[in-house]
């Protein structure tokens, strides 16, 4: 199983589906399409949509 991260386009910071979010209740293993289309970037509030796959 491959993990993906993402990269908030605002502030870099990098959202890793194998390290999830816990601090925001996001578990490790969370696919980027079952963090809730309302979460913000922990760092700068950018939304989910502001984030894009880094190949």
Same mark, same amino acid.
């Given at each position: 199983?491959?993990?993906? @991260? =993402?990269?908030?386009? $605002? %502030?870099? $910071? +990098? =959202?890793?589906? !194998?390290?999830? &979010?816990?601090?925001?209740? +996001? #578990?490790?293993? $969370?696919? &980027? !399409?079952?963090?809730?289309?309302? &979460?913000?970037? #922990? !760092? %700068?509030?950018?939304? @989910?949509?502001?984030? =894009?796959?880094? !190949?």
């Amino acid at each position: 199983m491959s993990y993906r @991260k =993402y990269c908030c386009i $605002t %502030c870099d $910071t +990098i =959202y890793d589906e !194998e390290l999830g &979010w816990p601090d925001d209740g +996001i #578990p490790p293993g $969370t696919r &980027w !399409e079952d963090v809730p289309d309302d &979460w913000t970037c #922990p !760092e %700068c509030s950018a939304s @989910k949509s502001d984030f =894009y796959l880094v !190949e």
